[in-house]
């Protein structure tokens, strides 16, 4: 199993930029997907997750309204598109896959991680 993070990169404070996250390996549809991030000094933290089909996303408080998660079931990849972006979004990105058709939102409930890509977000 492989989980492929790309798209992240330096942009400044209020810009965008796409994550993707291709899957191989896996039946990309038994599973949940989720986008975590980690920054320096801190632990992992849930950003967003996608059920198995895209009918159902969460996010937590601090992204709502600026970051959309989203799932190609044909090309087995998961986007992360972050509008809006602040300093505070500075982190590594993880995405990751959890058997299961539902959404979650624990590092527990994950079973495969990616390798992370950072996002800088400069002031």
């Known amino acids: 199993v492989q989980l492929q993070a790309s798209g992240g990169g330096l942009v400044q404070a209020g810009g965008s930029l796409r994550l993707s996250c291709a899957a191989s390996g896996l039946p990309f549809i038994s599973y949940a997907m989720g986008w975590f991030r980690q920054a320096p000094g801190k632990e992992r933290e849930f950003v967003a997750a996608?059920?198995?089909?895209?009918?159902?996303?969460y996010y937590v408080d601090s992204v709502q309204g600026r970051f959309t998660i989203s799932r190609d079931n044909a090309k087995n990849t998961v986007y992360l598109q972050m509008n809006s972006l602040k300093p505070e979004d500075t982190a590594v990105y993880y995405c990751a896959a959890g058997l299961g058709s539902s959404l979650r939102t624990s590092v527990r409930g994950y079973d495969y991680w990616g390798q992370g890509t950072l996002v800088t977000v400069s002031s």
């Open positions: 996608i059920n198995w089909n895209g009918g159902s996303t």
